[in-house]
């Protein structure tokens, strides 16, 4: 546990899991990661809980019988909501890379590594972001700002 009360923990199903931070609306969490080679997917989620996701970041680059498309989604209660679809894909394998939540009331912002944005609405009410896991990746750092 760190000083500030976040603790962070690693579960082979949940990943990297940062948890007891306090994400307000007006700031973001960038997360700079490690594609690995043969990646077939990967997720950040941001949420409450591990069955309260605010947001599913999901891009595939070839599972599901999907190809490079990233995939949005909310989870409430263990239950997920329904897919917003983007076809612009900006990851590669064996790469490093970043990406940043804007957190603002009705929607987040993501920023991706080539500066196109994406929005994804907030689908149920949300006082603050306390929750983040990385899955599939190599964290390299997160940076609440």
């Given at each position: 546990?760190?000083?500030?009360?976040v603790?962070?923990?690693?579960?082979?199903?949940?990943?990297?899991?940062?948890?007891?931070?306090?994400l307000?609306?007006?700031?973001?969490?960038?997360?700079?990661?490690?594609i690995?080679?043969?990646?077939?997917?990967?997720?950040?989620?941001?949420?409450?809980?591990?069955?309260?996701?605010?947001?599913?970041?999901?891009?595939?680059f070839?599972?599901?019988?999907?190809?490079?498309?990233?995939?949005?989604?909310?989870?409430?209660?263990?239950v997920?909501?329904?897919?917003?679809?983007?076809?612009?894909?900006?990851?590669?394998?064996?790469?490093?890379?970043?990406?940043c939540?804007q957190?603002?009331?009705?929607?987040?912002?993501?920023?991706?590594?080539?500066?196109?944005?994406?929005?994804?609405?907030?689908?149920f009410?949300i006082?603050?972001?306390?929750?983040?896991?990385?899955?599939?990746?190599?964290?390299?750092?997160?940076?609440?700002?």
């Open positions: 546990m760190a000083e500030n009360g603790i962070i923990s690693f579960s082979p199903i949940r990943g990297v899991v940062l948890y007891k931070f306090s307000k609306p007006g700031h973001s969490i960038e997360v700079k990661v490690f690995p080679e043969g990646c077939k997917q990967f997720a950040i989620n941001l949420g409450t809980d591990e069955k309260n996701y605010v947001l599913h970041f999901n891009p595939r070839d599972i599901f019988e999907v190809k490079k498309m990233i995939i949005l989604n909310s989870m409430v209660d263990d997920f909501g329904e897919e917003q679809r983007e076809s612009f894909f900006p990851f590669q394998e064996g790469s490093d890379t970043t990406v939540f957190f603002e009331q009705d929607k987040i912002i993501i920023e991706l590594p080539t500066g196109n944005p994406l929005s994804f609405p907030v689908r009410p006082e603050e972001i306390s929750y983040l896991s990385v899955v599939d990746l190599q964290l390299k750092s997160i940076t609440l700002k």
